[in-house]
Structure formats: structure tokens, C-alpha cells
């Protein structure tokens, strides 16, 4: 029986119960104190929408790999019906718990596609997952039974925004998810342990500048100063030259980025945009192809999958110092 009708039927046997209860209800007058039962519900503000669970969700379904990822590494797999939007393979310490979980689209799934799952809590890694084109409009969903959860540091509105995006705020992502898929102790382990390597970490000390290149020929767009590309290039000792620019990732111009002159091009590696395709734009570019980083190939790559809030920003810092030491 589909979800809507099982539940319109299950509240009329509940309607059709309370004069019965009521009846053989015993005095409350004469029954002792009692005490409130123990409750698994968490409730949490996710960009804005009050986000409830009663109790760990069954059937999950996850959009974008930063949030099959962080499922995973909480041990939560095997309640992961459905996944959809990789954007890259898992890595090799999740591979085996993510292989059989069934792909439901390379990019966003349509709404028919996720309920035919009969899901309960859909994790979506940006907030524009969630649309009537979609995997449906995140009030439509709620009413079918079906919560619906947003990584937080991909929140659009300002004020939800983390404004910079720091380790603090991953980690309590982290915490924050474990508490809604019931796997509070896993992310408790999961945030010690990646504090323990970053504590490990010796950022890079020369003071060299970065541009973070993740897309476009014709107009590159480039980490700016609040999101991830910040986080990650900050963190491995670069200093950011957008930094001063209030947004996650922006559009700019090749002659923005020849005057800034950086010393190092941070390069978002992928399938369908490979950092040697970047290599090639910005050699073949004439306002960037006698930039110093360019003629003495000093570029630096991060996976795709590592360039968005996730459970692999610390290992995507610990790559980038690597790839210093080498220069």
C-alpha cells in the first residue's frame, strides 16, 4: 500500500481507538507520578527548516558524495537504500561499504525515482537538491513522511552560511549527523580521530599565494574566502588571493587572476573537468600562460569529491602540504 494511504488509514483505526482508550483509561486523579519515557527524537534548525527524527532513519537516501560519504563512514550503510550526484569513486577505506548500495542517478534523481524507494530520510549535499524538479520541494516531502536533512555548510541563505567555514564546524556537522542517523558514538570516534590528524599536521611556512581553480574556460570560477577551497588552502599554509571575496566559490576573470600573480594554482581534479584539461586551458590562455606558476608548473590537486564540506577535508589538507614539500 503506498505511504499517503497507509498513513490516512493507520490515523482513522487511531480516531476510531480514542473513545475506546478513553473509557477504560484508569483515573489520573488516583494513578501515581510518572515519569517522561526516554525519547530517541533529535531535533535541529537545517537551513531554516526544523528537521525532527523520532528515532534512527531505516531507509536512507543520499544526493552528492559528501553525504554518501559521511553516512559510510558512520557505519549507517546499511540503511542506505539509494544513492545519486557521485562525483567521484568512494575512497578506498569506504569502498567496500558503499558497493552495493544502488545508484540512482548521476545526477539529481526526480522525486518518483527517490519515494519509489518508500525512503524516510533523504541527505542532501546542497540545498538546491531539494526542488519540484528534484528530489522534490522539502515541505512536499516532510507531508509524504519522508525528512529531509542538507549538509550545513552547504546552506544558501547568509545567515545559515558558516562565514568562514573552520574544522569546528565540519566536525560538528559530523556530530550533528551522527545524532540524526542514530549513530551518535561512530561520530563522537570519527571527529576524534581526524582531530588527531590534523593536530599531526605541519602547514607549509613560506607565505605562498594561491588561486583555487575549479571550473571554466572562458571565465575560471575560483574558491573564494568563506568556503572549502578557503578552509583547505588555509589550513595547508596558502594564503587564499581571493580570500577578501564573501562567497563560497565565484566568477572571475583571467586578467583578475594574472594580476594577482599567484604562486601556486590549486586544481580540482574530476572525470569530466581533469586537472590536466586545466593545465592545458591556462597554458593555452595568452593573459595566463606567462604567469610564473604556469611556465614552472606549480600546481597543486585536489579530488573533486574533497573540495565540498566532508570527511575528507582533512586528508585533502594533508595531500596539499605533500605536494608543497615537493615543490
Not at 476510531?16 to 510518572?34: G, H, I, M, N, R
Not at 533529535?42 to 559521511?70: A, F, H, M, W, Y
Not at 553516512?71 to 549507517?76: D, E, K, P, S, V
Not at 595547508?236 to 580570500?243: D, E, K
Amino acid at each position: 500500500m503506498p505511504r499517503t494511504l497507509r498513513t490516512l488509514a493507520a490515523l482513522s483505526l487511531a480516531a476510531l481507538a480514542v473513545p475506546a482508550l478513553a473509557s477504560c483509561a484508569p483515573d489520573a486523579s488516583a494513578a501515581p507520578e510518572s515519569t517522561s519515557p526516554v525519547s530517541d527524537a533529535v531535533t535541529v534548525d537545517n537551513c531554516g527548516t526544523e528537521v525532527t527524527v523520532d528515532g534512527p532513519p531505516q531507509r536512507i537516501v543520499t544526493v552528492k558524495s559528501s553525504t554518501l560519504e559521511l553516512a559510510l563512514a558512520l557505519g549507517a550503510g546499511d540503511r542506505i537504500v539509494g544513492t545519486a550526484y557521485s562525483d567521484g569513486p568512494l575512497p578506498a577505506d569506504l569502498a567496500s561499504a558503499g558497493a552495493d548500495i544502488p545508484v540512482l542517478a548521476d545526477k539529481v534523481p526526480s522525486q518518483e525515482t527517490v519515494l519509489a524507494l518508500n525512503p524516510d530520510f533523504v541527505f542532501a549535499g546542497w540545498e538546491s537538491n531539494f526542488s519540484a524538479d528534484g528530489v522534490g520541494e522539502r515541505d512536499a516531502l516532510q507531508q509524504l513522511g519522508v525528512t529531509t536533512y542538507v549538509a550545513p555548510a552547504a546552506c544558501q541563505e547568509k545567515e545559515y552560511q558558516p562565514d568562514p567555514l573552520t574544522f569546528d564546524a565540519v566536525f560538528d556537522s559530523f556530530l550533528q549527523a551522527g545524532d540524526l542517523l542514530g549513530e551518535k558514538e561512530a561520530a563522537q570516534k570519527l571527529v576524534a580521530a581526524q582531530k588527531a590528524q590534523l593536530a599531526k599536521l605541519t602547514p607549509d611556512d613560506r607565505g605562498l599565494t594561491a588561486v583555487w581553480y575549479s571550473s571554466g574556460s572562458d571565465q575560471p570560477f575560483v574558491g573564494a574566502g568563506i568556503g572549502a577551497p578557503q578552509l583547505l588552502m588555509h589550513s595547508a599554509g596558502l594564503t587564499n588571493a581571493f580570500a577578501d571575496v564573501k562567497e563560497s566559490w565565484f566568477s572571475t576573470s583571467w586578467e583578475k587572476v594574472a594580476d594577482l600573480d599567484p604562486d601556486v594554482i590549486v586544481l580540482v581534479d574530476s572525470t569530466w573537468n581533469t586537472a590536466q584539461h586545466k593545465i592545458d586551458v591556462l597554458k593555452a590562455n595568452p593573459v595566463t600562460s606567462t604567469l610564473k606558476a604556469v611556465r614552472d608548473d606549480a600546481f597543486l590537486t585536489v579530488d573533486f569529491p574533497a573540495t565540498e564540506s566532508g570527511v575528507r577535508n582533512v586528508d585533502a589538507v594533508a595531500s596539499l602540504i605533500d605536494q608543497l614539500a615537493e615543490r
